[in-house]
């Protein structure tokens, strides 16, 4: 009897003695990026921006595929300025200004991206309508070497 209470006092000590340690350590650690935490107000401002961003990309993207050079081109200028605006607005080594200078490259660079493959698909658009063209003509000709084909067989026909 002596020995189970004792094994299981010597246990609820080591156990409340590694619980204190680990929050000694937990209160010791600094928090990463400096030792600050997230603001909620900067948070929130964070996903506003991105959200208009995000807006703003939407709309380059969607006049760019309807093929209205004009309005994507304001589009994107109006992307660049509020993107300039984000980058001002979270500068500094904080974690907010890092996510803002990852979001602001990766949404530029799907804008190239998509400038580079909307320049492709007009430029296959248009071999395509010239192919379209040539093809015309061949058969027109060919359809002109038939009837001339035919009228020649008639007339061979009718030699005696």
Known sequence: ??????????????????????????????????????????????QQESALLDSLYTGYTTTLSTGNIPEATSWEAAFKRRAAHMTEQFSGSSAPARLAVKLIRNYQVRMVLQKQIQTRTLGNQTENRRLQQALATLEAENQDLKTQHQMVQQALLNLP
């Open 1 to 46: 009897m002596h020995k189970s209470t004792s094994f299981l006092l010597l246990t609820t000590f080591l156990t409340l003695l590694l619980g204190l340690l680990g929050w000694y350590v937990r209160q010791s650690t600094p928090l990463p990026g400096g030792g600050k935490a997230v603001n909620l107000q900067k948070a929130g401002e964070f």
